[in-house]
């Protein structure tokens, strides 16, 4: 099992940018695949953007192209750099580490307003 930290959520204008980070304990972090979701009231947790082991990116059509995921595996930590804000984007952002089972931190919550 993993512990995750999110941070680096906030209110932000449109057009802004913020960068959350994702802090984990333990002692394997590089060989998870780690993942950035969000979620808004009434709705499913939707996928926004992952990074495997090896390094590997994929995102969620809405943020291509103004997010950026990426990892530093000696600082066990995973960050979302979001440029370019849309009041759309207003959500908890999830961070979630998978090996053998998924493990999920607490949230950040993120506001742009219009």
């Known amino acids: 099992q993993v512990q995750l930290v999110e941070s680096g959520g906030g209110l932000v204008q449109s057009g802004g940018s913020l960068r959350l980070s994702c802090a984990a304990s333990?002692?394997?972090?590089?060989?998870?695949?780690m993942g950035w979701y969000r979620q808004t009231p009434g709705k499913q947790r939707e996928l926004v953007a992952t990074i495997t082991s090896g390094g590997r990116t994929n995102y969620a059509d809405s943020v291509k192209g103004r997010f950026a995921i990426s990892r530093d595996n000696a600082k066990k930590t995973v960050y979302l750099q979001m440029n370019s804000l849309k009041p759309e984007d207003t959500a908890v952002y999830y961070c979630?580490?998978?090996?053998?089972?998924?493990?999920w931190g607490q949230g950040t919550q993120v506001t742009v307003s219009s």
């Open positions: 333990g002692s394997i972090f590089s060989i998870y695949d």
């Open positions: 979630k580490a998978s090996w053998r089972r998924d493990d």
